[in-house]
């Protein structure tokens, strides 16, 4: 197993535990609106990752092996034996890789606005938005991640949730922010997640481009004890423009698992 980095993490709320695991260049503050839903039923773990909002810095590239190897240091730090665990966009690839490597920590999942099965022309697109990041600087790139995570009318009335996720995109160390997201980019789900035995939530946005309902669906039906549910009108970033509909979700599933 790599070597976890002890990564910065809260916890509020009370009943079973459950771990909250965001996406790329964001923090643990991206779930705010969806806390009120999950606090009253759950103690609500949410942590940053490695390079990202309060947590240190990694040293050198790393892959998911290595994320995977911080929420279990995360688990072991916040003293639970086992958790659900819900992770938006990369954080809902993370969730399941550690599910495949600790079984038995996780008592259920949560992907969120995450992508499996891509195509080659699913893959190419988001493999050429990593490119351009990489070619023309990240700042260059912001309206195109703008749009590809917000809805028109949501960046119309709300600026100011838009320039506060851009300010924290550009906030995050380069070199991390290119990193996981070609981990995202380059994660493949599709080979193992017939293996993944926890019951599941899966959720997306109807009008997400990169992790569409087609891809979702797509996961929901490999794996063994899935639920897909799609939220009407919302592309990417659903836990900020839709973080009470997503907390609903999540909340109303988790209490469901004990019918």
């Known amino acids: 197993m790599t070597q976890p980095i002890s990564c910065a993490y809260s916890v509020s709320g009370s009943g079973p535990p459950l771990i909250l695991v965001h996406g790329i260049g964001a923090s643990r503050a991206t779930w ?3 806390l009120p ?4 039923h759950f103690t609500v773990i949410a942590y940053d ?3 990202h909002g309060a947590s240190p810095q990694p040293e050198g590239r790393f892959g998911l092996d290595a994320l995977v190897a911080d929420l279990e240091h995360v688990r072991e ?9 819900a992770g938006h966009s990369l954080g ?9 490597t600790f079984p038995d920590r996780v008592l259920s999942l949560g992907l969120l606005s995450t992508a499996a099965f891509r195509t080659e ?3 190419a697109n988001v493999k050429a938005v990593v490119a351009a990041m990489r070619e023309r600087g990240i700042a260059d790139e912001l309206g195109t991640l703008a749009h590809r995570w917000f809805t028109d009318g949501f960046i119309a009335e709300h600026p100011e949730v838009i320039e506060a996720r851009m300010a924290q995109v550009i906030g995050t160390n380069p070199e991390v922010f290119l990193n996981v997201f070609d981990i995202y980019a380059g994660t493949e789900m599709a080979p193992w997640l017939h293996e993944i035995t ?3 939530l899966v959720l997306t946005g109807e009008n997400d481009g990169g992790c569409p ?8 039906e490999a794996m063994p004890f899935a639920t897909l549910r799609v939220l009407p009108g919302l592309k990417h970033s659903i836990l900020l423009e839709g973080g009470a509909q997503t907390g609903a979700c999540l909340r109303d599933f988790l209490l469901g698992l004990g019918d």
Do not use: C, F, W
């Open 37 to 40: 839903l999950l606090e009253p």
């Open 121 to 123: 022309k699913d893959s």
């Open 92 to 100: 809902g690839m993370i969730g399941p890789a550690y599910a495949r």
């Open 77 to 85: 730090q916040a003293g639970v034996e086992a958790a659900h665990i």
């Open 32 to 34: 705010a609106t969806a």
């Open 213 to 220: 309902p087609r891809l979702n669906q797509l996961i929901a």
């Open 198 to 200: 926890a019951r599941s």
């Open 49 to 51: 990752l490695r390079g």
